[in-house]
């Protein structure tokens, strides 16, 4: 059974500070994606990235695969109230989706 | 618009009922998924399908069930066999073609009185 394992599990931090999520997965795969959730919403898709060494930017986050490492960062910059949600990676498998457990991310002023 | 939605936005059933959750998309999208999120919670996949009058069961089946008799149409029914049905659904779509980036529908909330 493929695995997606994310860390951390729960994250909360200043605004203006860095930090990265990180998604693990146990299958070979060339295809991650990258979705955020607000709380008591639908899930809306931030990153596609679609081959080994892609890296995608959109504002203060910033997405990269590592698929030898099976590796996937979801890199935020000066962390702003905004960005508070919960962020989820997903790779798929013969049209099959595998979500991880998701990071709740909290931006405290 | 292209999109999927969802019906009703929240349903509350009464243990023992069958209650059917609505899915539609206009994205002319092959694939369509149903998973459940429970609170804190990541998804978990029920039912999929990629073709019409074809679906798979995912990891959670039990107690569901679904029909796919149209492109556009994906719905699911929660039966009295689902012990736990209190969740919140998720009804998704993509193409099979090219790359798959998984589009879903706002969700609904059921609550099992």
């Known amino acids: 059974e493929l695995k997606v394992e994310q860390n951390p599990l729960f994250l909360s931090m200043q605004e203006g500070k860095n930090y990265t999520i990180y998604c693990n997965y146990s299958t070979t795969s060339d295809r991650l994606y990258w979705y955020r959730q607000d709380p008591g919403k639908s899930l809306e898709s931030l990153f596609v990235l679609l081959s080994n060494g892609a890296v995608k930017q959109e504002g203060r986050l910033m997405a990269s695969l590592d698929t030898k490492a099976r590796l996937s960062t979801l890199h935020i910059t000066a962390a702003v109230h905004d960005l508070s949600a919960t962020y989820f990676c997903?790779?798929?498998?013969?049209?099959?989706?595998?979500f991880g457990t998701g990071t709740s991310l909290t931006v405290i002023p | 618009d292209g999109g999927i939605t969802q019906s009703p936005k929240y349903l509350f059933r009464k243990e023992g009922q069958n209650v059917t959750l609505s899915c539609e998309q206009n994205?002319?999208?092959?694939?369509m998924y149903w998973y459940r999120q429970d609170p804190g919670q990541g998804l978990r996949l029920i039912y999929y399908?990629?073709?019409?009058?074809?679906?798979q069961k995912g990891d959670i089946a039990e107690g569901y069930s679904v029909s796919r008799e149209k492109k556009e149409s994906f719905p699911l029914t929660v039966t009295s066999a689902q012990k736990n049905p209190t969740a919140f659904y998720l009804c998704a779509s993509n193409s099979i073609i090219g790359y798959n980036e998984q589009f879903f529908g706002p969700g609904t909330r059921l609550t099992v009185l």
């Open positions: 997903a790779v798929d498998n013969s049209n099959q989706f595998y």
């Open positions: 994205l002319n999208h092959d694939a």
């Open positions: 399908s990629q073709i019409v009058n074809d679906f």
